[in-house]
């Protein structure tokens, strides 16, 4: 709960329902580890004061349930101690700077990567700008390295990249998504940065569709 409170990027993924989600789990875990508590305390208290001494004898069922309660007992605690690994990844994954910039689109619900490099103009004309869409793998895994060497040699003047929902620096859209949504997604993030082509699509793989 810590570490999604105190990580902005954290914080605005996850929004109110998982900080709401998250502080509700811990309320009901804090209640639940006092309720055990006192049951057991009164438990011991209501023996001694009926047998004038507190048991220490324990039946096989209970033997059994204690076994049983450690086991799960420890799931749990490996499922914890794996979502904050989770968590402190991704908190750490926001704390690196992003090539280009990130923008809000469908309304604000979610944020997805653009960089562009290059000059619009060449000689007092437009250009047209490489516009990149990735296939299986991240623009930066893949195409991009191929498209940045003919710009570093003269072959290109400008290209833009993208990391489509879910991969790279993008965050995941809400289910179901379509490829439609994806155009729809960065249609808007062009507009917002201001892009307007024209345009050369180099695509590879399933970002060809």
Known sequence: MIIIVAVPRIRLEEGWVGIASVVWAVLIAAYNVAQIYFVEKGKEEEEERLTGRVETRRSLFEWVSVFVETIVLGVIALVAILLTATLILRAR??????????YLVNNGKFE???SCVGNITDSGSKTPTILVEAGERPSEHSLLPFIH???RNGTIDRYCYWDR???GWSDNAPSPHSAGMATDALSEALALAGEEGPWILGSAG????
């Open 165 to 167: 929902p879910g991969f």
């Open 93 to 102: 994954d926001a704390s690196l700077e992003v090539p280009g910039n990130r």
């Open 112 to 114: 997805v990567h653009l």
């Open 149 to 151: 060497n003919a710009y």
């Open 206 to 209: 399933v970002g060809s569709i």
